[in-house]
Protein backbone atom coordinates (compact mmCIF):
# COMPACT_ATOMS: atom_id res chain seq x y z
CA UNK A 1 0.00 0.00 0.00
CA UNK A 2 2.84 2.52 0.58
CA UNK A 3 5.36 0.68 -1.32
CA UNK A 4 7.39 0.00 2.16
CA UNK A 5 8.75 -2.19 4.23
CA UNK A 6 8.67 -2.92 8.04
CA UNK A 7 10.96 -5.27 9.96
CA UNK A 8 12.76 -6.18 12.64
CA UNK A 9 16.10 -7.85 12.94
CA UNK A 10 17.60 -9.54 16.55
CA UNK A 11 20.94 -11.51 17.19
CA UNK A 12 24.68 -11.69 18.58
CA UNK A 13 27.67 -9.49 17.73
CA UNK A 14 31.10 -11.01 18.62
CA UNK A 15 33.82 -8.65 19.15
CA UNK A 16 36.60 -9.48 16.23
CA UNK A 17 38.64 -6.48 16.40
CA UNK A 18 39.32 -4.72 19.78
CA UNK A 19 36.82 -4.85 22.54
CA UNK A 20 38.75 -7.78 24.34
CA UNK A 21 36.76 -6.82 27.52
CA UNK A 22 33.41 -7.74 26.12
CA UNK A 23 31.72 -10.92 25.33
CA UNK A 24 29.15 -11.44 22.83
CA UNK A 25 26.27 -8.96 22.47
CA UNK A 26 22.57 -9.03 21.74
CA UNK A 27 21.73 -6.71 19.42
CA UNK A 28 18.07 -5.39 18.37
CA UNK A 29 16.71 -2.99 15.67
CA UNK A 30 13.61 -1.51 13.74
CA UNK A 31 13.84 -0.58 10.71
CA UNK A 32 12.11 0.46 7.57
CA UNK A 33 12.75 0.18 4.08
CA UNK A 34 11.41 1.52 0.42
CA UNK A 35 12.55 0.69 -3.30
CA UNK A 36 14.34 3.95 -4.47
CA UNK A 37 15.37 2.76 -7.92
CA UNK A 38 17.44 -0.09 -8.24
CA UNK A 39 18.43 -0.45 -4.32
CA UNK A 40 15.89 -0.17 -1.49
CA UNK A 41 16.90 2.59 1.07
CA UNK A 42 15.64 2.78 4.22
CA UNK A 43 16.00 3.63 8.30
CA UNK A 44 15.94 2.45 11.75
CA UNK A 45 16.76 2.39 15.27
CA UNK A 46 18.66 0.11 16.79
CA UNK A 47 20.04 -1.37 20.37
CA UNK A 48 23.07 -3.73 21.48
CA UNK A 49 23.99 -4.57 24.94
CA UNK A 50 27.48 -6.52 25.87
CA UNK A 51 28.18 -8.05 28.98
CA UNK A 52 31.79 -7.73 30.05
CA UNK A 53 34.17 -10.57 30.75
CA UNK A 54 34.62 -9.16 33.83
CA UNK A 55 30.80 -9.70 35.16
CA UNK A 56 30.58 -6.13 36.56
CA UNK A 57 31.32 -4.18 33.23
CA UNK A 58 28.87 -3.43 30.54
CA UNK A 59 28.22 -2.18 27.49
CA UNK A 60 25.31 -0.42 25.41
CA UNK A 61 24.80 1.10 22.27
CA UNK A 62 21.65 3.03 21.21
CA UNK A 63 21.50 4.33 17.19
CA UNK A 64 20.19 5.28 14.03
CA UNK A 65 20.92 3.45 10.87
CA UNK A 66 20.64 4.43 7.29
CA UNK A 67 20.54 1.56 5.26
CA UNK A 68 20.95 0.22 1.17
CA UNK A 69 20.24 -2.79 0.39
CA UNK A 70 19.10 -5.13 -2.72
CA UNK A 71 15.99 -6.55 -1.52
CA UNK A 72 15.25 -8.17 -4.79
CA UNK A 73 17.78 -10.92 -5.10
CA UNK A 74 18.01 -14.09 -3.09
CA UNK A 75 21.71 -12.96 -1.21
CA UNK A 76 20.75 -9.27 -0.70
CA UNK A 77 24.18 -6.94 -0.28
CA UNK A 78 23.87 -4.76 2.64
CA UNK A 79 25.56 -1.71 3.74
CA UNK A 80 24.33 0.60 6.99
CA UNK A 81 25.89 3.84 8.82
CA UNK A 82 24.53 5.66 11.53
CA UNK A 83 25.62 6.41 15.28
CA UNK A 84 25.84 5.07 18.24
CA UNK A 85 25.21 6.87 21.60
CA UNK A 86 27.52 4.32 24.16
CA UNK A 87 27.31 3.66 27.57
CA UNK A 88 30.42 1.77 29.53
CA UNK A 89 30.11 0.82 33.20
CA UNK A 90 31.57 -0.80 36.04
CA UNK A 91 30.69 -0.53 39.70
CA UNK A 92 30.84 3.34 39.98
CA UNK A 93 32.54 4.35 37.15
CA UNK A 94 30.49 5.33 33.75
CA UNK A 95 31.54 7.12 30.70
CA UNK A 96 29.22 7.96 27.56
CA UNK A 97 30.34 8.54 24.03
CA UNK A 98 29.39 8.52 20.51
CA UNK A 99 30.59 6.48 17.92
CA UNK A 100 29.88 5.88 13.74
CA UNK A 101 29.48 2.72 12.94
CA UNK A 102 29.10 0.91 9.66
CA UNK A 103 27.44 -2.51 8.53
CA UNK A 104 29.02 -4.12 5.28
CA UNK A 105 26.56 -7.48 5.44
CA UNK A 106 24.78 -10.00 3.20
CA UNK A 107 20.92 -11.30 3.54
CA UNK A 108 19.67 -15.15 2.35
CA UNK A 109 15.51 -13.69 1.70
CA UNK A 110 13.19 -16.67 1.91
CA UNK A 111 9.96 -14.97 1.14
CA UNK A 112 6.30 -16.32 1.46
CA UNK A 113 3.98 -13.63 -0.04
CA UNK A 114 4.20 -10.35 2.29
CA UNK A 115 6.33 -11.97 3.89
CA UNK A 116 10.42 -12.26 3.84
CA UNK A 117 12.47 -14.01 6.76
CA UNK A 118 16.26 -13.29 5.69
CA UNK A 119 19.56 -14.34 8.17
CA UNK A 120 21.58 -11.88 8.35
CA UNK A 121 25.63 -11.90 8.13
CA UNK A 122 27.68 -8.96 8.98
CA UNK A 123 30.55 -6.97 10.04
CA UNK A 124 29.77 -4.31 12.08
CA UNK A 125 32.55 -1.54 12.69
CA UNK A 126 32.78 1.25 15.12
CA UNK A 127 35.19 4.26 14.95
CA UNK A 128 35.39 7.46 17.06
CA UNK A 129 37.73 8.77 14.33
CA UNK A 130 40.93 8.08 15.96
CA UNK A 131 40.45 4.13 16.24
CA UNK A 132 38.17 1.59 13.85
CA UNK A 133 37.55 -1.63 15.58
CA UNK A 134 34.29 -4.07 15.08
CA UNK A 135 32.27 -7.07 15.31
CA UNK A 136 31.08 -9.81 13.32
CA UNK A 137 27.46 -10.48 13.70
CA UNK A 138 24.90 -13.01 12.77
CA UNK A 139 20.66 -11.58 12.73
CA UNK A 140 17.59 -13.43 11.90
CA UNK A 141 15.35 -11.00 10.09
CA UNK A 142 11.64 -10.71 9.30
CA UNK A 143 9.88 -8.00 7.34
CA UNK A 144 6.81 -7.70 6.01
CA UNK A 145 5.64 -5.18 3.29
CA UNK A 146 3.08 -2.52 4.07
CA UNK B 1 15.32 31.92 -0.62
CA UNK B 2 18.14 32.31 -3.10
CA UNK B 3 18.19 35.01 -5.37
CA UNK B 4 16.41 33.24 -8.27
CA UNK B 5 13.09 32.30 -5.51
CA UNK B 6 14.03 29.18 -5.46
CA UNK B 7 14.64 27.50 -1.94
CA UNK B 8 17.83 26.68 -0.70
CA UNK B 9 18.74 23.18 -0.02
CA UNK B 10 20.46 22.11 2.89
CA UNK B 11 21.70 18.25 2.55
CA UNK B 12 19.58 16.45 5.33
CA UNK B 13 22.25 14.09 6.43
CA UNK B 14 24.72 16.69 7.32
CA UNK B 15 23.02 17.33 10.17
CA UNK B 16 23.24 13.79 11.88
CA UNK B 17 26.83 13.81 10.70
CA UNK B 18 27.83 16.98 12.04
CA UNK B 19 26.87 15.99 15.22
CA UNK B 20 28.58 12.66 14.98
CA UNK B 21 31.40 14.19 14.44
CA UNK B 22 31.28 16.36 17.43
CA UNK B 23 30.11 13.68 19.73
CA UNK B 24 32.68 10.86 18.56
CA UNK B 25 35.34 13.79 20.01
CA UNK B 26 35.71 11.74 23.31
CA UNK B 27 37.17 8.41 21.89
CA UNK B 28 34.79 6.33 23.78
CA UNK B 29 35.63 3.84 21.00
CA UNK B 30 39.48 3.66 21.41
CA UNK B 31 38.45 3.54 25.88
CA UNK B 32 36.24 1.14 25.19
CA UNK B 33 38.93 -1.38 22.49
CA UNK B 34 42.30 -0.78 23.30
CA UNK B 35 44.20 -2.79 25.63
CA UNK B 36 45.57 -1.11 28.84
CA UNK B 37 47.93 -3.94 29.77
CA UNK B 38 49.91 -4.88 26.94
CA UNK B 39 52.14 -7.62 29.47
CA UNK B 40 53.49 -10.24 27.59
CA UNK B 41 56.88 -11.54 27.91
CA UNK B 42 59.79 -9.87 26.64
CA UNK B 43 58.00 -6.73 26.46
CA UNK B 44 60.13 -4.05 28.49
CA UNK B 45 59.20 0.19 29.54
CA UNK B 46 62.19 2.66 30.57
CA UNK B 47 61.36 5.94 32.91
CA UNK B 48 63.21 8.92 33.98
CA UNK B 49 62.20 11.07 36.54
CA UNK B 50 63.68 14.11 34.41
CA UNK B 51 66.05 15.48 37.22
CA UNK B 52 69.13 17.04 36.33
CA UNK B 53 69.94 17.24 39.75
CA UNK B 54 69.28 13.78 40.98
CA UNK B 55 68.75 11.63 37.40
CA UNK B 56 67.05 8.29 37.99
CA UNK B 57 66.02 5.57 35.69
CA UNK B 58 63.97 2.42 36.07
CA UNK B 59 63.73 -0.58 33.66
CA UNK B 60 60.16 -2.50 33.73
CA UNK B 61 60.72 -5.19 32.37
CA UNK B 62 57.98 -8.30 31.50
CA UNK B 63 59.14 -12.06 32.17
CA UNK B 64 58.06 -15.20 31.12
CA UNK B 65 54.67 -16.63 33.12
CA UNK B 66 56.00 -18.01 36.30
CA UNK B 67 53.22 -19.86 39.08
CA UNK B 68 53.21 -18.97 42.45
CA UNK B 69 50.66 -20.48 45.09
CA UNK B 70 49.22 -22.41 41.85
CA UNK B 71 48.65 -19.16 40.19
CA UNK B 72 50.08 -18.07 36.88
CA UNK B 73 51.65 -14.71 37.10
CA UNK B 74 53.96 -12.75 35.03
CA UNK B 75 57.09 -11.52 36.84
CA UNK B 76 57.44 -7.86 36.26
CA UNK B 77 60.97 -6.52 37.44
CA UNK B 78 61.54 -2.86 38.20
CA UNK B 79 64.65 -2.44 37.29
CA UNK B 80 65.32 -5.98 38.89
CA UNK B 81 63.02 -6.52 41.67
CA UNK B 82 59.98 -8.61 40.79
CA UNK B 83 56.46 -7.82 41.26
CA UNK B 84 54.39 -10.71 40.29
CA UNK B 85 50.76 -9.95 38.28
CA UNK B 86 48.33 -11.98 37.77
CA UNK B 87 46.09 -10.95 34.45
CA UNK B 88 42.27 -11.78 34.98
CA UNK B 89 38.98 -11.39 33.29
CA UNK B 90 38.35 -9.15 36.99
CA UNK B 91 41.73 -7.56 36.75
CA UNK B 92 45.37 -7.69 37.47
CA UNK B 93 46.59 -9.06 40.69
CA UNK B 94 49.19 -8.81 42.82
CA UNK B 95 51.31 -11.49 44.91
CA UNK B 96 51.81 -9.68 48.13
CA UNK B 97 54.04 -11.50 50.70
CA UNK B 98 54.99 -9.97 54.39
CA UNK B 99 57.43 -11.23 56.43
CA UNK B 100 58.99 -11.00 59.83
CA UNK B 101 62.55 -11.40 61.31
CA UNK B 102 63.28 -13.23 64.57
CA UNK B 103 66.80 -14.76 65.77
CA UNK B 104 68.17 -14.16 62.24
CA UNK B 105 65.40 -16.37 60.18
CA UNK B 106 62.48 -14.88 58.16
CA UNK B 107 58.99 -16.13 58.96
CA UNK B 108 56.31 -15.41 55.96
CA UNK B 109 53.17 -13.84 57.92
CA UNK B 110 50.73 -12.96 55.21
CA UNK B 111 51.21 -14.42 51.99
CA UNK B 112 48.45 -14.07 48.45
CA UNK B 113 47.28 -12.22 45.58
CA UNK B 114 44.95 -8.55 46.04
CA UNK B 115 43.55 -6.68 43.89
CA UNK B 116 45.99 -4.77 41.83
CA UNK B 117 43.96 -3.09 39.38
CA UNK B 118 40.16 -3.96 38.67
CA UNK B 119 39.64 -3.98 34.39
CA UNK B 120 38.47 -2.07 32.19
CA UNK B 121 38.94 0.64 33.13
CA UNK B 122 36.21 3.59 33.44
CA UNK B 123 36.42 6.78 34.95
CA UNK B 124 34.72 6.33 38.96
CA UNK B 125 34.95 3.08 39.29
CA UNK B 126 36.71 2.36 42.19
CA UNK B 127 37.89 -0.71 43.77
CA UNK B 128 39.65 -2.21 47.55
CA UNK B 129 40.84 -4.99 48.59
CA UNK B 130 43.22 -6.55 51.46
CA UNK B 131 44.81 -9.80 53.08
CA UNK B 132 45.05 -10.26 56.95
CA UNK B 133 46.90 -13.26 58.47
CA UNK B 134 48.42 -13.82 61.73
CA UNK B 135 51.64 -16.46 63.07
CA UNK B 136 52.97 -17.77 66.60
CA UNK B 137 56.46 -17.44 66.05
CA UNK B 138 58.41 -18.37 69.38
CA UNK B 139 55.27 -18.36 71.57
CA UNK B 140 54.14 -14.54 70.16
CA UNK B 141 51.20 -13.88 67.64
CA UNK B 142 52.71 -11.87 64.57
CA UNK B 143 49.71 -10.24 62.90
CA UNK B 144 50.10 -8.73 59.34
CA UNK B 145 47.72 -6.62 56.97
CA UNK B 146 47.84 -5.55 53.42
CA UNK B 147 45.01 -2.85 52.43
CA UNK B 148 45.01 -1.37 48.95
CA UNK B 149 42.48 1.02 46.78
CA UNK B 150 42.19 2.28 44.08
CA UNK B 151 40.39 5.26 42.17
CA UNK B 152 40.24 5.77 38.56
CA UNK B 153 40.31 9.53 38.00
CA UNK B 154 38.85 11.31 34.88
CA UNK B 155 40.86 10.26 31.01
CA UNK B 156 42.45 13.00 30.13
CA UNK B 157 43.08 13.37 26.36
CA UNK B 158 47.68 13.24 26.31
CA UNK B 159 48.49 14.63 23.27
CA UNK B 160 51.45 12.38 22.82
CA UNK B 161 49.54 8.83 24.23
CA UNK B 162 45.42 8.99 23.53
CA UNK B 163 43.03 8.98 26.28
CA UNK B 164 44.96 8.43 29.53
CA UNK B 165 44.01 7.08 32.56
CA UNK B 166 45.04 7.77 35.77
CA UNK B 167 44.71 5.59 39.01
CA UNK B 168 45.14 6.65 42.62
CA UNK B 169 45.97 4.15 45.15
CA UNK B 170 46.30 4.11 48.80
CA UNK B 171 48.31 1.10 50.27
CA UNK B 172 48.68 0.78 53.95
CA UNK B 173 51.15 -2.56 55.38
CA UNK B 174 50.27 -3.50 58.91
CA UNK B 175 52.18 -6.09 61.11
CA UNK B 176 51.96 -6.06 64.68
CA UNK B 177 53.84 -8.12 67.26
CA UNK B 178 52.90 -7.84 71.12
CA UNK B 179 55.62 -4.98 71.71
CA UNK B 180 55.00 -2.89 68.56
CA UNK B 181 53.10 -2.14 65.70
CA UNK B 182 54.77 -1.20 62.53
CA UNK B 183 52.24 0.93 59.73
CA UNK B 184 53.85 1.74 56.42
CA UNK B 185 51.59 4.18 54.08
CA UNK B 186 52.15 4.72 50.26
CA UNK B 187 49.94 7.22 48.21
CA UNK B 188 50.93 6.62 44.56
CA UNK B 189 49.42 7.40 41.02
CA UNK B 190 49.56 5.58 37.76
CA UNK B 191 48.81 7.02 34.29
CA UNK B 192 48.19 4.25 31.83
CA UNK B 193 47.98 4.51 27.87
CA UNK B 194 46.00 2.39 25.02
CA UNK B 195 48.57 -0.11 24.00
CA UNK B 196 50.75 0.94 25.90
CA UNK B 197 50.68 0.45 29.12
CA UNK B 198 51.89 2.44 32.29
CA UNK B 199 53.33 5.62 30.91
CA UNK B 200 54.07 7.81 33.78
CA UNK B 201 54.03 7.15 37.75
CA UNK B 202 55.04 8.96 40.95
CA UNK B 203 56.16 7.62 43.92
CA UNK B 204 58.81 8.18 47.11
CA UNK B 205 61.40 8.82 44.37
CA UNK B 206 59.46 11.43 42.34
CA UNK B 207 58.05 11.08 39.08
CA UNK B 208 58.95 9.38 35.89
CA UNK B 209 57.70 9.45 32.40
CA UNK B 210 58.09 6.79 29.87
CA UNK B 211 61.04 7.38 27.78
CA UNK B 212 60.97 4.67 25.80
CA UNK B 213 59.35 1.18 25.46
CA UNK B 214 59.44 -2.44 23.23
CA UNK B 215 56.30 -4.26 23.01
CA UNK B 216 56.26 -7.58 21.31
Redesign the interface.
Known sequence: MFAMTAGIEAGVNQPLIGFDDLTAGTVFNFQLERTAGFIDLGFGVQGAFYQGKNQAYSQYAYGLRFLAVKNNWLFSPALEAGGDYIRRQIGSGQEIGFSFNYLLGIRMNFRYELLTVYPFLYYEGAADFHVNDGFIGIKIGIKHEL | MNYNGHRTKIPW?LI?AL???T?????????????YFPYAAGNWWRYNNNSSYDPQTIFVEVEPLDTLIQIECYPVTYSGVASYYALG???IREYIKIVHAFAGEEYTVLEGFVKRI???L??????ADSLADSLNVAGAWIKGKYEIRGL?SE?TDDELY?NVYQIAFTVRETVVDPDTTIIWDRNFNEVYAPGIGLVRFNNEQGEFHLSEYDLK
Open positions: FPLLIGCGNNIVERSAADATGVTPVTGSCFVFG
